[in-house]
């Protein structure tokens, strides 16, 4: 098996709970966010972005919070499902035509 | 019909040998870029094209050579591979030049021995 990810923050939850991954971001002048989701041996895969100008947005089963203030983005997950199991990462922009990608976590979820 | 594919998925070599990834979108997007990911999933970008130019090289050695025959195509060859090259390389795409959505190929994981 791979022994990659071993140092990755981890959240386990039961199925059917809800989900809160948290990020913290380095650039202030940020003004674009993004979730993805990558499955085990695939590629990310977009979830969410958000604008600075919001704080908030909803999709399925999913929504961002972004907090200018401290630097700080969320990725809520309702009913957390087994297919949610992966790693999740945030990005932002750095304004130099660039996506910077956040330290990911793993979601776990147990049936 | 994959929208960003790479080849080859797995990729076994020696140290010291020369090897290429290769990408392809068929998106209709003007921009694609490599990021690679380490053991411990830090993704980090590489390279980035906007219509055959080079907008970003992110201080990579420059054993690393990016080639873009035409706006669908990145191709990534490294010379001289060392072992800290072992990484999965991954393709992706976006409508723009800035950033918006990537579409992310599913990878090439490299293992130099």
């Known amino acids: 098996g791979e022994s990659v990810g071993l140092h990755l923050p981890t959240l386990s939850v039961q199925e059917g709970d809800n989900s809160i991954i948290n990020c913290a971001y380095s650039n202030s002048a940020s003004d674009y966010f993004i979730w993805y989701k990558q499955e085990s041996g695939k590629g990310p895969q977009f979830i969410i972005d958000i604008r600075s100008n919001m704080d908030k947005r909803q999709g399925q089963r999913v929504t961002v919070l972004l907090n200018k203030t401290v630097k700080h983005l969320s990725l809520q997950i309702a009913a957390t499902q087994p297919g949610d199991s992966a790693v999740y990462f945030c990005?932002?922009?750095?304004?130099?035509?660039?996506?910077?990608f956040g330290t990911g976590t793993r979601l776990l979820v147990s049936p | 019909d994959t929208a960003v594919s790479q080849t080859p998925k797995y990729l076994v070599t020696q140290m010291g040998n020369d090897k290429s990834i290769k990408c392809e979108q068929n998106l209709g997007h003007d921009t694609m870029y490599w990021y690679k990911q380490d053991s411990k999933k830090f993704l980090k970008i590489m390279f980035s094209y906007n219509n055959k130019e080079l907008i970003i090289n992110e201080t990579v050695p420059n054993r690393f050579s990016p080639k873009s025959p035409d706006k669908a195509h990145l191709n990534l060859h490294i010379n001289s591979l060392e072992l800290g090259d072992s990484a999965v390389y991954f393709c992706a795409s976006s409508q723009g030049r800035l950033t918006g959505e990537l579409f992310f190929g599913e990878g090439s994981r490299l293992t130099v021995l």
């Open positions: 990005a932002w922009d750095t304004g130099f035509q660039k996506l910077v």
